[in-house]
């Protein structure tokens, strides 16, 4: 069955830096055009970042771009998100997703269960 | 970027009635090249990561029962629960996924009458 664990959230002064992890099981790992997406607490989903099968594109929301970084080590079968120069705004649960192919353009077939980050002084 | 309207924000319907809960994206997501509709719809319980239901507009997942339904154009989608069960209580988003970055609708939140 395939499966997603993040890790890494936390509490964190605003300015300071945190990187997430996600664990994927039950699936050949670089097949797949994997995801962050977040949703703060009482509301809708918002799409983060992607990152292509080989890790060799990369793409952000404008809320993101510049402040943090996607990558992946498919030999650890492993996705990560390095996150810098942190706000409130980014307060929410980061969801790691599996894109439903290995396409950048296809639904979000598999989600895990998210990590919580929390940006407050 | 595409912009994703649900309507309505919230929705109450009795046990096996029919839900419709609508979405607007401000451009096409149609691929014409092979007509193709770039759109998904998600259901969010309490407590969990949201779950695909239906992908490129009208596509079940394996799994998802078949009282639920999509539909739409070009920038006009619907999600219909054709007889609304009680574990069918959660918030739905539809997302395009035609261009980056990717949107989502605000979320309707459908609840039992």
């Known amino acids: 069955e395939a499966q997603l664990v993040e890790s890494g959230g936390a509490v964190v002064q605003p300015g300071g830096s945190l990187r997430l992890s996600c664990a994927a099981s039950?699936?050949?790992?670089?097949?797949?055009?994997m995801h962050w997406v977040r949703q703060a607490p009482g509301k809708a989903l918002e799409w983060v970042s992607l990152?292509?099968?080989?890790?060799?594109?990369?793409y952000y929301a404008d809320s993101v771009r510049g402040r943090f970084t996607i990558s992946r080590d498919n030999s650890k079968n492993s996705l990560y998100l390095h996150m810098n120069s942190l706000t409130t705004e980014d307060t929410a649960l980061y969801y790691c997703?599996?894109?439903?192919?290995?396409?950048?353009?296809?639904?979000?077939?598999?989600w895990g269960q998210g990590t919580m980050v929390t940006v407050s002084s | 970027d595409i912009v994703m309207t649900q309507s309505p924000d919230s929705l109450a319907v009795s046990l096996g009635e029919r839900a419709t809960i609508n979405c607007k994206s401000s451009q096409s997501v149609l691929y014409s090249t092979n007509n193709k509709k770039f759109l998904a719809w998600y259901q969010q319980k309490p407590g969990q990561p949201p779950k695909l239901l239906i992908s490129w507009a009208s596509t079940r997942e394996s799994g998802v029962p078949d009282r639920f339904s999509g539909s739409g154009s070009g920038t006009d989608f619907s999600l219909t629960i054709s007889s609304l069960q009680a574990e069918d209580v959660a918030v739905y988003y539809c997302?395009?996924?035609?261009?980056?970055?990717?949107?989502f609708g605000q979320g309707t939140r459908l609840e039992i009458k």
């Open positions: 039950g699936f050949t790992f670089d097949d797949y055009t």
């Open positions: 997302q395009q996924f035609y261009s980056f970055p990717i949107t």
């Open positions: 990152i292509s099968w080989d890790g060799g594109n990369a």
């Open positions: 997703v599996r894109t439903d192919s290995g396409s950048y353009n296809d639904a979000f077939d598999i």
